[in-house]
Each structure stands twice: as C-alpha cells, then as structure tokens.
C-alpha cells in the first residue's frame, strides 16, 4: 500500500505518480523571478484552470489545450523544477524526505492538508482578475511543515 516507500520515483505507474500529488495547488500559482537576482516569489494569483474552493484543476486532463505553458511533473524533469514548493510530496520524495503528516495519502483525505494551511484553498486570486503580478507577493506557499 505505501508504494513510495518501496518504489523509487521512476518505478511508480502512473495512477502512483499521480497519487502522490496532495492536490495543495501551490504548483497552479503564478511565480515571479527577479531578473537581477533570480529569486523566486510566489504569489497568490492563480491559474485560471485553479478551482479555489477544492484546489483543482477544473480541465486536468486537457490543461494543456487551455493553458499551453502549464508543466506536467514528471520523474523525468522533478529535479529541475526547484520551483515548486519544499512542501510538495514529489520534491520531497526527491530530496529523499517523507511525505509530511499532512498527506492525503497518510489521511485519507485533503482535510487536514487544508486545516493545517498547506492548501491553497480560499486564498487565491483569479489570474484573469489580476493586472500587476508584483503586487500579490506572498510568502505563505513556502511553508513546510515536519
């Protein structure tokens, strides 16, 4: 049952690959990159595909027919994709941490990813709502718990 413990990344099928995904959202937000420093900032401005309410994709199996730059997380391209958060499960398994207590996988079920602040949920803004990315900089996506 607890195929991440015995599988390495690229051993999983794809419904594990894709279990693994706690469905938190972070992944959907809209990023910035300073040009001069290359630091990353998160915003809380999200993907128009982005349902707030359950941190969903609304189109998932046709993301790409509606947002073509959307990035499928794979085994084969994780390690360059040092955007996404330190608190998602596919960076963590990477990095060689555990899933964190959090975890659907470990739970059950979204509710105490979504309790514990590790969610999107109820705090985005619609990316076609929105005209200057700089002035919705937060650093809440960044945490990281256990």
Not at 33 to 39: A, C, G, P, R, V
Not at 62 to 90: E, G, K, M
């Amino acid at each position: 049952m607890s195929f991440w413990l015995s599988k390495t990344l690229n051993e999983m099928t794809q419904d594990e690959w894709e279990q693994l995904c706690d469905g938190c959202g972070k992944c959907c937000l809209n990023k910035l990159i300073d040009d001069e420093t290359d630091k990353l900032y998160y915003t809380n401005v999200a993907c128009k595909l982005l349902s707030d309410k359950d941190c969903s994709c609304i189109h998932y199996s046709q993301r790409f027919d509606f947002v073509p730059q959307c990035t499928a997380v794979t085994p084969q391209n994780i390690a360059n994709l040092d955007w996404l958060p330190d608190s998602c499960a596919y960076r963590r398994l990477y990095l060689g941490r555990p899933l964190p207590s959090w975890h659907p996988l470990l739970t059950g079920s979204k509710k105490q990813m979504h309790k514990k602040g590790m969610s999107v949920k109820g705090r985005t803004v619609n990316e076609t709502r929105v005209r200057d990315l700089e002035d919705y900089i937060v650093i809440w996506p960044l945490q990281d718990m256990d």
